[in-house]
């Protein structure tokens, strides 16, 4: 039975991720970048690793420790915000590091084996950014763009080979810094959104076990917008 790798499952989605495709039986590997403490619940279910995908030593002992390897969902990410002039050149080489450089290198050891098996399934958690440019979200944008493209290719060059691969795109969830975000603003964001509301966790882990069941192997090489209507006639 092949292993589900979750990079990025400590965080909110990351976690809801996980314990929707805890249900499928199949044996995990959690990746997380500092905290480990939200994932605790699944010591000893789950095998947790803690990586720097921004360090090529401690992204290059990750991969080598992937073995088995059936169903990766890549939710790792570097959102640093800033407007062109004001992006510094460590957040840059952050995002281009964690966004686009660990993924394709993960990618790129995993296919092989799983073409071997004729059975593999990757799954990369982009934003709608990469399709509507935000202020102050250039850089962030751009490297979910490289995702989808990125994504794509590689249902195009390895669908005969059993690999499907698909991302999800996650517009106005209730996570992160958009918790945190004052009454007011929230209610901004939900006017943006067709369905008038915010969207949980949840609705992105949902959306990914249903890419990892027989439901969808007729399913490669596409972006599921989980958005709620996003800026839909604006």
Request: net charge neutral.
């Given at each position: 039975?092949?292993?589900?790798?979750?990079?990025?499952?400590?965080?909110?989605?990351?976690?809801?991720?996980?314990?929707?495709?805890?249900?499928?039986?199949?044996?995990?590997?959690?990746?997380?970048?500092?905290?480990?403490?939200?994932?605790?619940?699944?010591?000893?279910?789950?095998?947790?690793?803690?990586?720097?995908?921004s360090q090529r030593e401690e992204l290059d002992m990750f991969i080598a420790g992937l073995d088995d390897v059936e169903i990766l969902?890549?939710?790792?990410?570097?959102?640093?915000?800033?407007?062109?002039?004001?992006?510094?050149?460590?957040?840059?080489?952050?995002?281009?590091?964690?966004?686009?450089?660990?993924?394709?290198?993960?990618?790129?050891?995993?296919?092989?084996?799983?073409?071997?098996?004729r059975s593999g399934n990757i799954i990369g958690i982009s934003s709608v950014s990469a399709n509507r440019v935000f202020k102050g979200?250039?850089?962030?944008?751009?490297?979910?763009?490289?995702?989808?493209?990125?994504?794509?290719?590689?249902?195009?060059?390895?669908?005969?080979?059993?690999?499907?691969?698909?991302?999800?795109?996650?517009?106005?969830?209730?996570?992160?810094?958009?918790?945190?975000?004052?009454?007011?603003?929230?209610?901004?964001?939900?006017?943006?959104?067709?369905?008038?509301?915010?969207?949980?966790?949840?609705?992105?882990?949902?959306?990914?076990?249903?890419?990892?069941?027989?439901?969808?192997?007729?399913?490669?090489?596409?972006?599921?917008?989980?958005?709620?209507?996003?800026?839909?006639?604006?």
């Open positions: 039975m092949g292993k589900i790798v979750i990079t990025g499952a400590s965080s909110e989605i990351g976690l809801s991720i996980t314990g929707k495709l805890a249900g499928l039986g199949k044996p995990m590997v959690l990746h997380c970048f500092k905290n480990s403490d939200t994932l605790e619940r699944w010591r000893g279910v789950a095998e947790i690793v803690k990586a720097d995908f969902v890549y939710a790792s990410a570097v959102t640093d915000a800033g407007l062109v002039p004001q992006i510094d050149e460590e957040s840059l080489n952050n995002t281009i590091q964690v966004n686009i450089f660990a993924y394709t290198k993960i990618c790129q050891a995993l296919i092989p084996r799983m073409c071997s098996k979200q250039g850089v962030y944008a751009g490297s979910k763009a490289y995702m989808e493209a990125f994504t794509k290719a590689i249902a195009i060059e390895y669908g005969k080979k059993g690999v499907r691969a698909n991302c999800v795109a996650p517009g106005s969830i209730e996570a992160g810094a958009l918790k945190r975000m004052n009454s007011f603003g929230m209610e901004e964001i939900k006017q943006v959104n067709s369905l008038n509301r915010l969207g949980s966790p949840e609705d992105v882990a949902e959306v990914v076990h249903f890419l990892c069941t027989p439901a969808s192997s007729f399913i490669t090489g596409t972006v599921i917008e989980i958005s709620g209507g996003h800026l839909m006639g604006v």
